[in-house]
C-alpha cells in the first residue's frame, strides 16, 4: 500500500511539474564509446520490399555459371579491425539440441571415439546425411561481383535458420550484401538438396558498423522452397551460447586455399579438422589451416555422428596469420544470443 501511495504522489508531482514549467527542445545525448551492450545490439536486414532480392529472383540469379564464377570471401586481415568494447557476456548461458529432418536420414558413416587432433583439414565424404546435409555453401553478391562462404542450418523455432561469419553478410562499414542463397550438403558442383532463399538477416552491429573480429557472426533467415523449411530437409545443429571457450571441436568449411599454403584445396568438397579450442583475448582459438571459403562454418562440440549433430560453439572467421593454422571464432555471448533471438521466429 505504501509503495503504491508513493508512486502515485510521485506521478502527481510530475505531472504538475510538466504543467508548470514550460516546453523544452528534446537534445539527443552526447554519444560516448560504443559500450558493449550497444556493439552487441543486432542489426537486421530484410530482403522485404525490394523486387530483385524476391526469393525466386534471387534463385533465378545464381546460374551456374554464377555460382561457378563465385570467389571465395576473405576476411579482413588480422589487426585491420576497428576499436569496439569486448562483446558483452551478462545473459544466462542457453543451449539447444539439435534436430532430425522430418524425413530420417542415413545414420553417421562412422562410430564414434575419442578425436585424433587434426589440424591438416581433410575431406568429409559421408553425404546424404547429417551432419553433412546440415552444412552447405552460402552464395551472395558484393561490389565486386559473386562471393560465396558455408554456412550451417542451427536449430530454431522457425526452422528456418542459418549461421555464417559477420563478414559474409556485410562488409563493416553499413553496406549489407545481397542475393543470399544456400545450398546445403554440396559437393563437387552437386546440389543434392536444392537450394535456399534469403528472408532477412542479423550481424551484430560491433560488426556491421565497426567490422571487429569479437562481432564476426551473422544469422540469415530463409525462405522455405516448394513449401518445404531447411530444417525439415536437413536436419539442424545445436547452440550453446554464453559457455566456456574450451570444447572439443570439429571445424567444417568448403576451403579453396589453406593456412598454410598446399595443392590439392579446390573449394569441392566438404573438409575436416577437430581439435581443442582455447581462449585468446576475448576470440576462440583452434588449429586448422582451412582458409578462404570456409568463413562461416560451424565448430561443433560433442558431434556424435551416430546422431548427426554437435552443438555449434563457434564460426569461422580468420587466422593469425597467412602461415599460421591458428584459426580464430568470436565467442558466441550476448551479440550471439541477440543475433539468434532476432531471428529465431521470423
Not at 576473405?74 to 589487426?79: E, F, I, Q
Request: net charge positive; charged share 20%.
Amino acid at each position: 500500500m505504501t509503495t503504491r501511495f508513493t508512486t502515485a504522489v510521485a506521478a502527481a508531482g510530475a505531472l504538475m511539474c510538466a504543467l508548470s514549467v514550460p516546453a523544452v527542445t528534446a537534445q539527443a545525448a552526447t554519444p560516448g564509446p560504443m559500450d558493449a551492450n550497444t556493439a552487441s545490439t543486432a542489426v537486421q536486414h530484410s530482403a522485404s520490399g525490394d523486387a530483385s532480392q524476391d526469393p525466386a529472383a534471387v534463385l533465378r540469379h545464381w546460374t551456374p555459371e554464377r555460382m561457378r564464377a563465385a570467389r571465395p570471401m576473405t576476411p579482413p586481415a588480422a589487426g585491420k579491425e576497428r576499436t569496439a568494447e569486448p562483446q558483452s557476456h551478462r545473459l544466462p548461458a542457453r543451449s539447444a539440441p539439435g534436430s532430425a529432418p522430418a524425413a530420417a536420414t542415413k545414420g553417421g558413416a562412422a562410430p564414434d571415439a575419442a578425436l585424433a587432433d587434426i589440424p591438416r583439414s581433410q575431406v568429409w565424404t559421408a553425404h546424404g546425411r547429417m551432419p553433412a546435409t546440415t552444412i552447405g555453401k552460402l552464395y551472395f553478391t558484393t561490389p565486386k561481383g559473386g562471393s560465396e562462404c558455408t554456412a550451417t542450418v542451427v536449430n530454431t523455432p522457425n526452422k528456418s535458420v542459418i549461421w555464417t561469419a559477420g563478414h559474409c553478410v556485410s562488409d563493416g562499414n553499413k553496406h549489407w550484401y545481397t542475393n543470399f542463397q544456400f545450398v546445403p550438403d554440396y559437393h563437387d558442383n552437386q546440389r543434392p538438396l536444392g537450394a535456399w532463399s534469403w528472408k532477412s538477416v542479423t550481424t551484430p552491429k560491433g560488426w556491421h558498423e565497426k567490422r571487429n573480429f569479437d562481432y564476426d557472426l551473422a544469422v540469415i533467415t530463409l525462405w522455405p522452397q516448394n513449401g518445404r523449411k531447411v530444417a525439415d530437409v536437413t536436419g539442424s545443429q545445436g547452440y550453446k551460447f554464453n559457455g566456456g571457450y574450451a570444447w572439443q571441436a570439429h571445424e567444417f568449411g568448403y576451403p579453396y586455399r589453406t593456412h598454410p599454403a598446399r595443392g590439392g584445396i579446390n573449394g569441392q568438397q566438404l573438409r575436416y579438422c577437430t581439435g581443442k579450442t582455447w581462449r585468446t583475448g576475448n576470440l576462440q582459438a583452434i588449429h586448422c589451416d582451412q582458409g578462404g571459403g570456409a568463413s562461416g562454418g560451424p565448430w561443433l562440440d560433442d558431434l556424435q555422428t551416430s546422431r548427426g549433430w554437435g552443438y555449434m560453439v563457434g564460426n569461422v572467421s580468420h587466422h593469425l596469420t597467412e602461415s599460421s593454422d591458428e584459426e580464430r571464432s568470436p565467442h558466441f555471448g550476448d551479440a550471439a544470443v541477440k543475433a539468434y533471438d532476432n531471428e529465431k521466429n521470423r
